[in-house]
């Protein structure tokens, strides 16, 4: 079992995924860097404590909820905004670990997760690559080693882009050296 909140995992050790063939064999498994987790965080955090600012700050103005709700509503409604907080924390996090990215020995893959009830997957054949661009922007990609790839394709979904990931330059390289690997094999050959 590796950690779960890894980012960048060269020859992962008991990962398999749905639809991988036999002989196929992971690559490197990725995901978005964990510092973009950071403005969910922050936006948690904020919203956790907001019951505890605002509700001083009502009375303040002269606004008590005391007036309008009994005690117990009081607590149903912190109860309900802590659940919503809950899960807002919750799906942001899922949404991070569910969104993969795979290079195998054969494709790569991208596993969108879009909601709860919505994943999308796409593969392209590396013999279908036409172009890796790594990108990396601004001064929390530069400083914290992540970025964007995008993989130009021949296949039916043109653009691969892996959102977010870490070091970018050495995850590019890594696609095309397996291209070059698969441009070797004669067709249909899984090594």
Not at 13 to 36: M, N, P, S, Y
Not at 53 to 59: A, K, N, Q, R, S
Not at 107 to 126: Q, V
């Amino acid at each position: 079992m590796i950690n779960p909140f890894v980012m960048y995992v060269p020859d992962p050790v008991g990962i398999t995924f749905e639809g991988q063939e036999t002989g196929e064999k992971i690559i490197l498994l990725l995901r978005a860097h964990l510092i973009t987790l950071v403005p969910a965080v922050l936006l948690t955090i904020v919203l956790a404590f907001a019951p505890v600012i605002i509700i001083p700050v009502l009375g303040f103005i002269g606004f008590e909820l005391s007036n309008f709700l009994n005690p117990g509503q009081i607590f149903l409604v912190t109860i309900f905004w802590y659940l919503i907080v809950f899960g807002y924390a919750f799906y942001k996090f899922i949404f991070w670990y569910f969104n993969v990215y795979l290079l195998t020995n054969e494709r790569i893959i991208d596993f969108d997760f879009r909601g709860l009830l919505h994943k999308e997957t796409s593969y392209a054949k590396l013999s279908q690559i036409q172009e890796v661009t790594p990108k990396t922007i601004g001064f929390f990609g530069t400083f914290f080693h992540y970025g964007d790839i995008f993989v130009q394709t021949a296949a039916a979904k043109p653009e691969f882009e892996f959102h977010h990931v870490p070091r970018p330059n050495d995850v590019a390289h890594a696609i095309l050296e397996e291209g070059r690997k698969e441009e070797g094999e004669a067709p249909g050959v899984i090594a």
